[in-house]
């Protein structure tokens, strides 16, 4: 079974750039999530997807962030304009919608960017 | 709302010596309880997870954690630690419930030092 893809694996810019990541999780996992993990700390929740339909952005800043999911399969994550403080690994995680499995979420590797 | 603290931001061990990586959580609800690992430059792993049922639970790799739900506690433990143990270790909680979100602990990097 193939893990949850994540590309591109790094990414430099500079700030006020615009830059987008792509996650396609693995088949049949209804729920996918973003994350953001600023170095030192933990991965911090940003958006939740269930199929096509956003479950919880709370967490995201509506700002300069978006994310999309319009096939309920993969999904992108964009920041416009970037801030320095942007610079974290991206995580992109899924897990199916029914059953005990539902509450085990599979990462993919992420996505490194630095914003210079 | 859920959080985690791992105390503990570096442990130092020897190869071949017991270590144990603490985690105490809080929530006002039942909980499910989650280790990740995290080697450099790659995604988290999930490591072994609290669901239900024994509270004892063990990987294939040698660790195991056990839920104790009156310290709030679900500390990671190992016998006899490798050198590919050295990696970040992420204590994880969420209620299950509802958006079934993740709250993350800051990690704890365990060196293992031959």
């Known amino acids: 079974e193939a893990g949850v893809a994540q590309s591109p694996r790094y990414k430099i810019i500079e700030k006020r750039q615009s830059v987008a990541f792509w996650c396609n999780p693995i088949?049949?996992?209804?729920?996918l999530y973003w994350y953001q993990q600023i170095l030192g700390q933990g991965p911090k929740l940003l958006i939740q997807?269930?199929?096509?339909?956003?479950?919880?952005d709370s967490q995201l800043p509506k700002d300069r962030f978006s994310a999309e999911r319009l096939k309920g399969v993969d999904s992108t994550l964009k920041i416009q304009p970037a801030k320095l403080e942007d610079s974290a690994v991206y995580l992109c995680?899924?897990?199916?919608?029914?059953?005990?499995?539902?509450?085990?979420?599979?990462f993919g590797a992420g996505t490194r960017l630095s914003v210079l | 709302a859920q959080s985690v603290t791992q105390l503990d931001s570096q442990v130092p061990v020897f190869e071949e010596a017991p270590v144990e990586l603490r985690c105490n959580y809080s929530?006002?609800?039942?909980?499910?309880l989650f280790w990740y690992v995290q080697y450099p430059n790659q995604g988290l792993q999930l490591l072994l997870k609290y669901l239900s049922g024994s509270t004892l639970v063990e990987s294939i790799n040698g660790f195991e954690a056990e839920f104790n739900k009156s310290q709030t506690s679900f500390h990671l433990r190992k016998p006899s630690v490798h050198i590919s143990d050295t990696a970040e270790y992420f204590c994880?909680?969420?209620?299950?419930?509802?958006?079934?979100?993740?709250?993350f602990g800051t990690g704890t990097r365990l060196t293992v030092i031959p």
């Open positions: 994880a909680v969420s209620d299950g419930a509802g958006a079934n979100n993740l709250f």
């Open positions: 995680a899924s897990s199916p919608r029914t059953g005990i499995a539902k509450n085990i979420q599979y």
């Open positions: 088949s049949g996992h209804a729920t």
């Open positions: 997807f269930q199929n096509n339909g956003v479950v919880d």
């Open positions: 929530s006002s609800v039942s909980v499910y």
